[in-house]
């Protein structure tokens, strides 16, 4: 609207100087002025003539208003001819993050228990092309619609998420199901108008009083786990006793049922023949007397 107003401001002073300049009566004052009067005329048409071009850049959707009425179509990117006394709102339709510049949200909620816990959240949505005539006439810029729905929505999401939520849950060490929950939450707040896209939850802060249970909590539980795990080698090892034991008797067994008469009378001679000479020996007799015998010499 501005340039169009500069463009009229224009062709309004070039007439002027083209109808004023030859009534001053003063020599070539009448060429002179009609060629600066032609030449103020056209860059004015020039100016409005641009004006009525715009250029909507990639990943950007405009709306157009004029007079107070918004035109429902959005203009899509690339170069639209429009009413040059009309205005265009330029919005982003890209992935954008709220809070932007890499910021988060703190939020304060309550847990199913009626615990408070804060919460950093980072929001990635997208703005609805088509919504944007509408959201326009409704709230206002962009900067009004992030703060309008956006801000809004995303606090209500996660509160309402949080509260069907148990402290513990709350801190357990997946939080990919608790963004779900509040991506699915702010979703329904915002409606079609803004597509959300994900939620991360950066930090998780409790009370003081509720901080130490946790703590205390996941202390006992690693206590748990690793006398557990204390047993489990014990009872291995225990494990491991009981079958060296067991291959021990086998073992046994195996050699007691093997030591047949023959099969220790065959050693026995086997023995003898490694004797030197002069040894002594005994010998087994069937009455169970005693008999010594001394190899290679006289025995008695």
Do not use: C, W
Request: charged letters at 20%; aromatic letters at 4%; zero cysteines.
């Amino acid at each position: 609207m501005g340039q169009i107003v500069v463009a009229v401001f224009v062709i309004l002073i070039g007439a002027v100087i083209r109808t004023v300049g030859p009534a001053t009566g003063k020599p070539n004052a009448a060429g002179t002025s009609r060629l600066l009067g032609y030449g103020l005329m056209f860059a004015g048409v020039a100016l409005a003539f641009g004006n009525a071009l715009t250029v909507i850049s990639v990943g950007e959707v405009g709306v157009q208003h004029f007079l107070g009425s918004v035109r429902a179509n959005p203009l899509e990117q690339g170069v639209h001819v429009v009413n040059p006394l009309a205005s265009i709102e330029k919005m982003s339709i890209r992935e954008q993050s709220y809070p932007p510049d890499g910021g988060v949200e703190t939020i304060e909620a309550q847990t199913s228990e009626q615990l408070n816990v804060s919460l950093e959240v980072v929001l990635l949505f997208t703005l609805d092309p088509a919504a944007a005539p509408e959201l326009y006439q409704r709230l206002g810029s962009e900067r009004s619609i992030k703060s309008s729905i956006v801000l809004n929505a995303m606090r209500n999401g996660v509160r309402d998420a949080v509260a069907t939520k148990s402290i513990n849950e709350i801190f357990s060490p997946d939080r990919r199901e608790i963004a779900a929950d509040m991506r699915e939450a702010i979703q329904a707040k915002a409606g079609d108008r803004i597509q959300v896209v994900d939620v991360f939850v950066r930090d998780i802060q409790a009370p003081p009083r509720v901080r130490e249970a946790i703590e205390a909590k996941l202390e006992r539980e690693q206590q748990v786990e690793q006398e557990r795990f204390q047993t489990e080698i014990i009872q291995e090892r225990a494990q491991q006793a009981i079958e060296e034991a067991r291959g021990i008797a086998e073992a046994q067994k195996i050699i007691s049922e093997g030591l047949t008469p023959e099969y220790l009378t065959f050693k026995y001679i086997e023995q003898l023949g490694t004797l030197p000479p002069g040894s002594v020996v005994y010998v087994p007799t069937e009455g169970g007397v005693p008999l010594m015998r001394q190899i290679g010499g006289g025995g008695s």
